[in-house]
């Protein structure tokens, strides 16, 4: 999962560099990241935040993730 990860990671840096797209300079996660996050969360783990959330974590992918907040 580590390469398919970098493998993400630099293709969706990649897309929104081609769309000159820049981050607000207060993000604690770059949109990269994020979509990085999103789409390995639906590859591996059926789109289930808090498990991604939990391996990410552990496995040092990201310096800074989102916290998981639940709306009722």
């Known amino acids: 999962m580590d390469l398919q990860a970098i493998f993400i990671y630099c293709l969706c840096s990649d897309i929104l560099q ?6 607000d300079e207060q993000v ?6 994020i979509m ?6 639906a590859l ?9 959330r939990l391996v990410v974590e552990s496995l040092r992918f990201f ?10």
Do not use: G, H, W
Request: hydrophobic fraction near 30%; include cysteine; charged fraction near 20%.
């Open 28 to 33: 604690q996660m770059n949109s990269a990241e």
């Open 36 to 41: 990085t996050f999103v789409i390995l969360s």
């Open 63 to 72: 310096p800074k993730i989102l916290s998981y907040t639940a709306r009722e």
């Open 44 to 52: 591996f783990y059926q789109c289930n935040y808090k498990k991604t």
């Open 18 to 23: 081609s769309l000159n797209y820049k981050d």
